[in-house]
């Protein structure tokens, strides 16, 4: 069977161990991943009880994390807020992983008029601010998770595309591929049994630097209102909250911006430790 290099998973693993950076990293991303997982043991509260004698009571050792303006426990709610920030954000750079790894094999492969077309309409999508693309296709679509999964999609699809164009258009040269083509193998079958497994790691790298991208854009449209609503809770809409309560209650937007920060650096730190490892020119 005709097939390019391939990494072994040993020294792959091995590279990804000696980076302390990364190996923290994944241990921050399994730790919230986990986190949003178990939210319903985990949490000490329902995130959703409301309690008005307990309103913007400040961190205490009955509820660590303070309260809100209704008397909800905020640390209840930064838990189950992590399972819609990470739900939403690992859904969307899924279908943006599918879509654009997709359009940029065939871009890549046949080139072309393929290839024109499709470079062409990725370059209108980066033409523009990927934040502000993302809320304009929210504000059409209507506000809601289902939506802001797909606005996220958009947004992130070309991204993939161009990731994977570059190492197709290097690929379809090499002599095994031209082996493949005159025994007769499909265009399918060449695609996906030779081309996809030879450029797989870039598109791993891009996709978890991605979701740390995508948990910025998740919580800034719930930010805004256009992703998850009221009173569900994620980490945008209890920022978005306490915006009113800075003064007098900052730990309404502290906690869940801590919790922001710390998912955006794990899946940054474990992006960087993955371009490293895959990396030939870094063994």
Do not use: C
């Amino acid at each position: 069977m005709l097939k390019g290099p391939t990494y072994r998973s040993a020294p792959f693993l091995s590279r990804i161990a000696r980076n302390r950076l990364v190996v923290v990293g994944l241990v921050m991303a399994v730790f919230l991943v986990l986190l949003a997982v178990f939210a319903d043991v985990i949490s000490p509260r329902d995130p959703l009880a409301v309690n008005v004698a307990a309103a913007l009571h400040p961190p205490n050792l009955k509820e660590l994390f303070g309260t809100d303006r209704f008397g909800r426990d905020l640390l209840s709610r930064v838990i189950h807020g992590s399972r819609v920030s990470l739900s939403v954000s690992f859904s969307s750079v899924a279908v943006a992983l599918v879509a654009g790894t997709f359009l940029g094999l065939i871009s890549g492969y046949f080139g072309g008029a393929w290839d024109i077309a499709i470079s062409r309409v990725m370059d209108i999508f980066f033409s523009f601010p990927v934040l502000l693309l993302a809320i304009a296709i929210a504000a059409m679509l209507g506000p809601g998770i289902e939506n802001a999964v797909m606005a996220i999609a958009i947004v992130y699809a070309p991204f993939f595309s161009r990731v994977a164009r570059g190492p197709v258009l290097a690929e379809r040269e090499k002599e095994y591929i031209q082996a493949a083509r005159v025994i007769g193998a499909s265009h399918e079958r060449i695609l996906l049994r030779h081309i996809f497994p030879n450029v797989l790691s870039p598109i791993i790298v891009q996709a978890s630097v991605t979701i740390a991208y995508a948990i910025l854009t998740e919580a800034s449209l719930s930010y805004l209102g256009l992703g998850t609503q009221p009173p569900t809770p994620s980490w945008g809409t209890t920022l978005n909250e306490g915006r009113t309560y800075l003064q007098l209650a900052p730990w309404i937007s502290i906690f869940p911006g801590i919790a922001i920060m710390l998912a955006v650096l794990a899946f940054n730190l474990v992006g960087d430790g993955l371009r490293d490892a895959l990396d030939p020119r870094m063994r």
